[in-house]
């Protein structure tokens, strides 16, 4: 398939672009500046330029599926939260159903089942997240939501635990490596379509997992 990545040159995406490379699709990086472009070749993408708060509805053209994991940053306020991992994600949703692009797996958080039960400065960034996953779900797509728990840099392990519940305090976190290995392997199980993922580190294989067998 040709997938568009939004948010290609985030933790995630970095990681997620040579995986469905490797995987055999067609991976689009989709970018805000162009200066960006390099990095996205690089890693075995057709990088085009989107913005979240403009226009990105040319960056989708010819897209079987679309991976939202896109985010306005930690360094952000509550105005790019809202702007950019609420309306964003909903307008990207939006022009899928447009566009008539079926296939989309959302990249949410942990917390977002239960906003106000996670940390009081998350709480903001988590209804963010949930309004737009709700959005997706109850859009017409074929979709999955991956909902991680803290990302961390360190190396994959190719293994993760779908029994997370909550946020978990400091100990529930796992690679942003197993994270973009998950979204590859979802759109290769029909049986993801649908489903809401809690994910976190673990010792079961990443298919076997969403297979049934963790």
């Given amino acids: 398939m040709q997938v568009a990545v939004i948010g290609a040159n985030g933790g995630i995406g970095r990681e997620l672009l040579p995986r ?25 993408g057709e990088p085009r330029l989107g913005d979240l708060e403009g226009d990105f509805d040319a960056a989708l053209d010819g897209a079987d599926a679309v991976v939202f994991t896109a985010g306005s940053g ?3 306020g509550a105005d790019k939260t809202l702007m950019v991992d609420l309306w964003g994600a909903r307008r990207v949703v939006d022009a899928c159903v447009e566009a008539g692009i079926d296939r989309f797996v959302m990249i949410s958080s942990i917390g977002a089942g239960d906003p106000l039960a996670g940390p009081e400065p998350l709480r903001p960034y988590l209804v963010a997240k949930r309004c737009a996953d709700d959005h997706l779900e109850q859009s017409s797509l074929d979709a999955t939501v991956l909902r991680p728990a803290r990302l961390t840099d360190a190396d994959g392990t190719g293994a993760v635990s779908l029994a997370a519940d909550g946020l978990g305090g400091d100990t529930a976190e796992i690679p942003r490596a197993d994270v973009a290995q998950t979204v590859v392997a979802c759109l290769d199980i029909d049986r993801t379509i649908g489903e809401t993922i809690r994910l976190t580190g673990g010792e079961t294989p990443i298919e076997r997992a969403l297979r049934g067998g963790d």
């Avoid at 490797?22 to 991976?27: E, K, L, R, S, V």
């Fill in 20 to 44: 469905l490379a490797d995987a055999g699709h067609d991976p689009v990086g989709v970018v805000r500046d162009e200066s960006q472009f390099e990095a996205v070749r690089d890693r075995g």
């Fill in 74 to 76: 930690g360094s952000t």
